[in-house]
């Protein structure tokens, strides 16, 4: 199936319009129709973007089936509490994120949002 078809499919299953999408994902009108006539192929971060317009899950724009796609070949994760008992720096990650989730519990909301955009801040250095 065509990344494009499949596209308007889900829109107007959705009842919305291109205007309507173009509204929610900031992309052009006319962008939106080159992407479902199929004359433009969308990178992901597009792709991410109509996911979060239509409001399905990113898969939903590949898979068509009546129930959720099934993932044989995924593995079962491993806790934050299993990964801190290993060894290595794995698990001195895991102790470090412990720590940091049980301190930040404990913050008030308003807390934790000056701590969030310290840690912005210091991301984009």
């Known amino acids: 199936m065509l990344i494009g078809t499949r596209l308007r499919f889900l829109r107007e299953e959705k009842g919305l319009s291109q205007g309507d999408v173009e509204k929610r994902t900031g992309l052009l009108r006319c962008y939106i129709s080159r992407v479902e006539n199929g004359h433009t192929i969308p990178s992901l971060e597009t792709l991410e973007r109509f996911a979060a317009a239509l409001e399905v899950p990113l ?17 079962s994760r491993e806790s934050l509490e299993e990964l801190a008992g290993q060894r290595g720096k794995a698990g001195e990650e895991a102790r470090f994120l412990l720590r940091l989730r049980n301190l930040l519990a404990r913050l008030a909301d ?14 984009t250095r």
């Not at 308003?110 to 991301?123: F, I």
């Open 59 to 75: 898969y939903t724009l590949f898979f068509s089936g009546e129930d959720e796609a099934s993932t044989p070949n995924l593995s």
């Open 110 to 123: 308003p807390d934790r949002e000056v701590l969030l955009t310290l840690a912005k801040k210091l991301a």
